[in-house]
Protein backbone atom coordinates (compact mmCIF):
# COMPACT_ATOMS: atom_id res chain seq x y z
CA UNK A 1 0.00 0.00 0.00
CA UNK A 2 1.66 3.22 -1.01
CA UNK A 3 1.57 6.45 1.06
CA UNK A 4 -0.19 9.59 -0.04
CA UNK A 5 3.03 11.76 -0.58
CA UNK A 6 1.04 14.86 0.87
CA UNK A 7 -0.71 13.27 3.96
CA UNK A 8 0.44 13.17 7.14
CA UNK A 9 -0.74 9.63 7.92
CA UNK A 10 -1.01 6.95 6.14
CA UNK A 11 -3.41 3.77 6.70
CA UNK A 12 -2.11 0.03 6.58
CA UNK A 13 -2.45 -3.68 8.09
CA UNK A 14 -5.89 -4.13 6.72
CA UNK A 15 -8.37 -6.94 7.84
CA UNK A 16 -11.71 -7.96 7.00
CA UNK A 17 -13.83 -10.71 8.85
CA UNK A 18 -17.14 -12.07 9.58
CA UNK A 19 -17.75 -12.52 13.20
CA UNK A 20 -20.63 -14.77 14.83
CA UNK A 21 -23.49 -12.78 16.48
CA UNK A 22 -24.60 -15.60 18.71
CA UNK A 23 -25.91 -19.04 17.95
CA UNK A 24 -27.87 -18.74 14.75
CA UNK A 25 -27.85 -15.48 14.03
CA UNK A 26 -26.02 -13.19 12.07
CA UNK A 27 -22.57 -12.29 11.37
CA UNK A 28 -21.33 -8.88 11.69
CA UNK A 29 -19.06 -7.69 9.16
CA UNK A 30 -16.35 -5.54 10.19
CA UNK A 31 -12.63 -3.62 8.42
CA UNK A 32 -10.09 -2.60 10.70
CA UNK A 33 -6.86 0.25 9.04
CA UNK A 34 -4.12 0.54 11.00
CA UNK A 35 -3.26 4.07 11.52
CA UNK A 36 0.54 5.14 10.59
CA UNK A 37 1.88 9.06 11.75
CA UNK A 38 4.12 9.40 8.70
CA UNK A 39 6.04 11.71 10.66
CA UNK A 40 7.24 8.74 12.85
CA UNK A 41 8.13 6.24 10.09
CA UNK A 42 11.72 5.52 10.43
CA UNK A 43 13.57 5.77 7.22
CA UNK A 44 11.71 5.00 3.89
CA UNK A 45 8.25 3.85 3.42
CA UNK A 46 8.26 0.27 2.47
CA UNK A 47 4.82 -1.18 1.71
CA UNK A 48 3.98 -4.93 3.51
CA UNK A 49 6.54 -3.56 6.15
CA UNK A 50 4.30 -2.98 8.95
CA UNK A 51 6.31 -0.01 10.36
CA UNK A 52 5.09 -0.74 14.42
CA UNK A 53 7.22 2.04 15.09
CA UNK A 54 4.85 4.63 13.39
CA UNK A 55 1.76 3.16 14.45
CA UNK A 56 -0.64 5.71 16.19
CA UNK A 57 -4.39 4.06 16.26
CA UNK A 58 -6.83 2.43 13.86
CA UNK A 59 -10.11 3.28 12.58
CA UNK A 60 -13.09 0.71 12.54
CA UNK A 61 -16.20 0.37 10.71
CA UNK A 62 -18.69 -2.52 11.57
CA UNK A 63 -21.83 -3.42 9.20
CA UNK A 64 -23.99 -4.81 12.23
CA UNK A 65 -27.33 -3.63 11.66
CA UNK A 66 -28.79 -7.18 10.20
CA UNK A 67 -31.63 -5.08 8.71
CA UNK A 68 -29.32 -2.68 7.35
CA UNK A 69 -25.99 -3.79 5.73
CA UNK A 70 -25.39 -0.71 3.51
CA UNK A 71 -25.11 0.94 7.41
CA UNK A 72 -21.95 1.58 9.04
CA UNK A 73 -20.59 1.95 12.10
CA UNK A 74 -17.81 3.87 12.28
CA UNK A 75 -15.07 4.47 14.93
CA UNK A 76 -11.47 6.29 15.39
CA UNK A 77 -8.89 6.11 18.30
CA UNK A 78 -5.39 8.43 18.02
CA UNK A 79 -4.00 6.41 21.13
CA UNK A 80 -1.02 8.13 20.86
CA UNK A 81 -1.33 11.70 22.65
CA UNK A 82 1.72 13.25 20.59
CA UNK A 83 0.19 11.97 17.21
CA UNK A 84 -3.53 14.25 17.93
CA UNK A 85 -4.29 17.42 16.66
CA UNK A 86 -2.55 17.21 13.27
CA UNK A 87 -5.16 15.97 11.06
CA UNK A 88 -4.63 12.36 11.25
CA UNK A 89 -8.59 11.80 12.61
CA UNK A 90 -10.08 13.45 10.21
CA UNK A 91 -8.40 12.38 6.98
CA UNK A 92 -8.50 8.39 8.36
CA UNK A 93 -11.87 8.90 8.99
CA UNK A 94 -12.49 10.34 5.19
CA UNK A 95 -10.07 7.42 4.21
CA UNK A 96 -12.28 5.04 5.59
CA UNK A 97 -15.82 6.43 4.79
CA UNK A 98 -14.66 6.46 1.10
CA UNK A 99 -13.37 3.30 1.09
CA UNK A 100 -16.31 1.83 2.67
CA UNK A 101 -18.43 3.29 0.27
CA UNK A 102 -16.47 1.64 -2.54
CA UNK A 103 -16.09 -1.53 -0.84
CA UNK A 104 -19.01 -2.31 0.56
CA UNK A 105 -21.04 -0.09 -0.96
CA UNK A 106 -22.18 1.76 2.25
CA UNK A 107 -24.88 4.23 2.24
CA UNK A 108 -25.04 5.80 5.95
CA UNK A 109 -22.67 6.25 8.76
CA UNK A 110 -23.47 6.20 11.99
CA UNK A 111 -20.90 7.26 15.07
CA UNK A 112 -22.16 6.99 18.74
CA UNK A 113 -19.98 9.05 21.22
CA UNK A 114 -19.96 9.87 24.60
CA UNK A 115 -21.94 13.01 25.63
CA UNK A 116 -18.34 14.21 27.22
CA UNK A 117 -16.09 13.84 24.48
CA UNK A 118 -15.88 17.34 23.01
CA UNK A 119 -13.06 16.38 20.68
CA UNK A 120 -14.85 13.71 18.82
CA UNK A 121 -18.31 14.99 18.95
CA UNK A 122 -16.66 18.31 17.17
CA UNK A 123 -14.93 16.11 14.61
CA UNK A 124 -17.93 13.87 13.35
CA UNK A 125 -19.97 17.08 12.98
CA UNK A 126 -17.52 19.30 11.11
CA UNK A 127 -17.33 16.31 9.03
CA UNK A 128 -21.06 16.46 8.38
CA UNK A 129 -22.17 13.80 10.97
CA UNK A 130 -25.94 15.02 12.83
CA UNK A 131 -27.53 13.99 16.14
CA UNK A 132 -29.74 10.95 15.13
CA UNK A 133 -30.88 10.18 18.79
CA UNK A 134 -29.12 10.68 22.64
CA UNK A 135 -29.07 8.19 25.22
CA UNK A 136 -29.60 8.76 28.61
CA UNK A 137 -28.16 5.55 29.99
CA UNK A 138 -25.44 5.57 28.07
CA UNK A 139 -25.05 9.26 28.12
CA UNK A 140 -24.26 9.00 24.39
CA UNK A 141 -24.96 10.72 21.36
CA UNK A 142 -25.60 8.86 18.62
CA UNK A 143 -24.54 10.91 14.78
CA UNK A 144 -25.22 9.86 11.09
CA UNK A 145 -24.81 11.21 8.15
CA UNK A 146 -25.89 9.88 4.47
CA UNK A 147 -22.57 9.36 2.31
CA UNK A 148 -24.21 10.91 -0.74
CA UNK A 149 -23.56 14.48 1.55
CA UNK A 150 -19.97 13.48 2.11
CA UNK A 151 -16.82 15.42 0.21
CA UNK A 152 -14.90 11.97 -0.43
CA UNK A 153 -12.15 12.22 -2.92
CA UNK A 154 -12.14 8.90 -5.53
CA UNK A 155 -10.14 7.23 -6.59
CA UNK A 156 -8.59 6.10 -3.64
CA UNK A 157 -5.24 6.83 -3.74
CA UNK A 158 -3.81 4.65 -1.56
CA UNK A 159 -3.85 1.24 -3.89
CA UNK A 160 -5.66 -1.76 -3.93
CA UNK A 161 -7.49 -3.79 -1.50
C1 LIG B 1 -11.03 12.44 18.69
C2 LIG B 1 -9.76 12.06 17.99
C3 LIG B 1 -10.02 10.88 17.04
C4 LIG B 1 -9.28 13.27 17.16
O1 LIG B 1 -8.18 12.88 16.36
P1 LIG B 1 -7.09 13.97 15.91
O2 LIG B 1 -6.21 13.35 14.91
O3 LIG B 1 -6.44 14.53 17.13
O4 LIG B 1 -8.03 15.09 15.27
P2 LIG B 1 -7.67 16.06 14.07
O5 LIG B 1 -6.33 16.68 14.31
O6 LIG B 1 -7.86 15.35 12.77
O7 LIG B 1 -8.78 17.20 14.23
C5 LIG B 1 -9.89 17.30 13.35
C6 LIG B 1 -11.01 18.08 14.01
O8 LIG B 1 -11.45 17.42 15.20
C7 LIG B 1 -11.80 18.39 16.20
N1 LIG B 1 -10.88 18.22 17.34
C8 LIG B 1 -9.83 17.37 17.41
N2 LIG B 1 -9.26 17.46 18.62
C9 LIG B 1 -9.96 18.37 19.31
C10 LIG B 1 -9.86 18.90 20.64
N3 LIG B 1 -8.91 18.49 21.50
N4 LIG B 1 -10.78 19.80 21.03
C11 LIG B 1 -11.75 20.23 20.21
N5 LIG B 1 -11.89 19.77 18.93
C12 LIG B 1 -11.00 18.86 18.50
C13 LIG B 1 -11.65 19.74 15.54
O9 LIG B 1 -12.89 20.06 14.92
C14 LIG B 1 -10.61 19.46 14.47
O10 LIG B 1 -10.70 20.35 13.37
P3 LIG B 1 -9.98 21.80 13.44
O11 LIG B 1 -8.56 21.54 13.75
O12 LIG B 1 -10.21 22.35 12.08
O13 LIG B 1 -10.68 22.56 14.52
C15 LIG B 1 -8.64 11.67 19.00
O14 LIG B 1 -8.51 12.72 19.94
C16 LIG B 1 -8.92 10.38 19.75
O15 LIG B 1 -8.56 9.31 19.30
N6 LIG B 1 -9.57 10.44 20.93
C17 LIG B 1 -9.86 9.26 21.73
C18 LIG B 1 -10.77 8.24 21.07
C19 LIG B 1 -12.12 8.80 20.69
O16 LIG B 1 -12.65 9.66 21.37
N7 LIG B 1 -12.69 8.25 19.60
C20 LIG B 1 -13.98 8.68 19.10
C21 LIG B 1 -15.06 7.68 19.37
S1 LIG B 1 -15.60 6.96 17.84
Known amino acids: ?????????????????????????????????IVLDKELIGGEFAPGNPHTEA?????????????DMQLAEI???????KSRGKGIGQEVILLMMAFAVEKYGIATFRAKISESN????KLFRKLGFKDASYSAVFKEVTLEVPADELQLRFPLTVGDW
Not at 2 to 31: F, N, Q, R, T
Not at 55 to 67: K, L
Open 1 to 33: MEVPEAAPAAAAGVEAEGMSGGKGSWYVLEHTF
Open 55 to 67: MVGDVNIYMNDPD
Open 75 to 81: EIMIAEH
Open 118 to 121: MASL
